[in-house]
């Protein structure tokens, strides 16, 4: 009975991540419109809404090709992985605490290793990334592959250190355990605000969005490692990219900003409030993305290992000095 309940909760979950996709698709492009005085979609529906149904149905009817030189079984493949371990991510962050969705428990999975979890998960996508360029039979798709797999390592490597001094703070790799924390001793963006900011950059990084947005970087490589697929392929590199993004502003609240918490001693309304934090870093992505221009590859990744990897190092150490000097985690 409870592999089927997670199993249900799994399925809804998917769900609402597909929507929420389908949607923030079109939410991308009535902000960007607005922040570059435009109109965005708003000729299909009212406002546009229906424009991602028509997007939809146009990818889904579009001729696929496939290259000729092309690896096929891995070809078809890197997508699929792209995907599925973008999708499986979001499966352990807590939405409430337990019981609060209808009588059941708003997560799918409550893992003790959280936090390795995401981080194994995360770095797994990156192989959907370098297969897609080197199956794709073209030299332009091989060298977007390399290149945005070495800068996704990179940036992961900082996440993954900056991710330390909150797991050291709090002494559990559970993301419950973490949220709960915060409900009694504070918001960890407050013990650990040097890790905020630079998980919050990496996150940028994963995420593929400005000034970190090296993997497409289309007037250099065409298109990047995707520059050979089309139809539903490409779309499913496109969401994967989209549902990182979900699951990352997901993911900020939770580890630094008290997760399913109230802000300010507010009334306690599980779910809504994470909601409320997630549309938060959703549009602040959004305005990062609007205002800030690509710089170049070789300067993002002097950064990710020059400058956020250090911070990241020694703000750790520090954390793991000032958690000893105490005797164990707070």
């Known amino acids: 009975?409870?592999?089927?309940?997670?199993?249900?909760?799994?399925?809804?979950?998917?769900?609402?991540?597909?929507?929420?996709?389908?949607?923030?698709?079109?939410?991308?492009?009535r902000g960007l419109a607005r922040f570059q005085?435009?109109?965005?979609?708003?000729?299909?529906?009212?406002?546009?809404?229906?424009?991602?149904?028509?997007?939809?149905?146009?990818a889904i009817f579009k001729e696929d090709i496939s290259v000729a030189k092309a690896d096929r079984f891995v070809y078809w493949l890197a997508p699929v992985i792209s995907f599925t371990f973008a999708l499986a991510a979001f499966a352990v962050i807590p939405l409430g605490p337990e019981g609060s969705l209808f009588g059941l428990d708003p997560w799918v999975a409550d893992l003790d290793v959280g936090i390795l979890y995401i981080f194994a998960v995360a770095e797994l996508a990156v192989y959907g990334i370098f297969l897609s360029g080197w199956a794709s039979g073209s030299k332009y798709s091989l060298m977007g592959g390399l290149r945005s797999a070495a800068g996704l390592?990179?940036?992961?490597?900082?996440?993954?250190?900056?991710?330390?001094?909150?797991?050291?703070?709090?002494?559990?790799?559970s993301l419950?355990?973490?949220?709960?924390?915060?409900?009694?001793?504070?918001?960890?963006?407050?013990?650990?605000?040097?890790?905020?900011?630079?998980?919050?950059?990496?996150?940028?990084?994963?995420?593929?969005r400005t000034p970190f947005d090296f993997v497409e970087a289309e007037q250099e490589l065409v298109g990047g490692f995707s520059t050979e697929y089309n139809s539903m392929k490409f779309v499913a590199f496109y969401m994967a990219e989209l549902l990182h993004w979900i699951t990352a502003s997901a993911l900020i609240p939770t580890l630094f900003l008290g997760g399913w918490h109230a802000p300010f001693g507010l009334p306690e309304v599980p779910i809504l409030w994470l909601f409320v934090k997630w549309l938060v870093f959703i549009f602040l992505v959004m305005w990062i993305w609007a205002?800030?221009?690509?710089?170049?590859?070789?300067?993002?990744?002097?950064?990710?290992?020059?400058?956020?990897?250090?911070?990241?190092?020694a703000w750790f150490l520090a954390t793991a000095y000032w958690v000893a000097s105490k005797g164990g985690a707070v």
Not at 39 to 56: E, H
Not at 293 to 311: C, E, K, N, Q, S
Request: glycine share 10%; aromatic share 16%; net charge positive.
């Open 1 to 29: 009975m409870i592999y089927l309940i997670a199993a249900i909760k799994g399925l809804v979950l998917i769900l609402l991540l597909l929507f929420a996709f389908a949607y923030l698709t079109w939410g991308m492009r």
């Open 37 to 58: 005085v435009r109109l965005g979609p708003n000729r299909v529906g009212p406002l546009g809404l229906l424009q991602p149904i028509a997007d939809a149905v146009k």
């Open 153 to 173: 390592v990179g940036y992961e490597l900082a996440l993954g250190v900056a991710l330390l001094g909150p797991v050291l703070v709090v002494g559990s790799l």
């Open 176 to 208: 419950r355990d973490i949220v709960d924390w915060q409900g009694r001793y504070g918001w960890l963006i407050v013990w650990q605000f040097p890790a905020f900011i630079v998980y919050f950059i990496a996150a940028l990084a994963e995420m593929g």
């Open 291 to 313: 205002s800030w221009f690509r710089t170049r590859y070789d300067v993002m990744i002097r950064f990710a290992w020059g400058v956020l990897f250090p911070v990241a190092l």
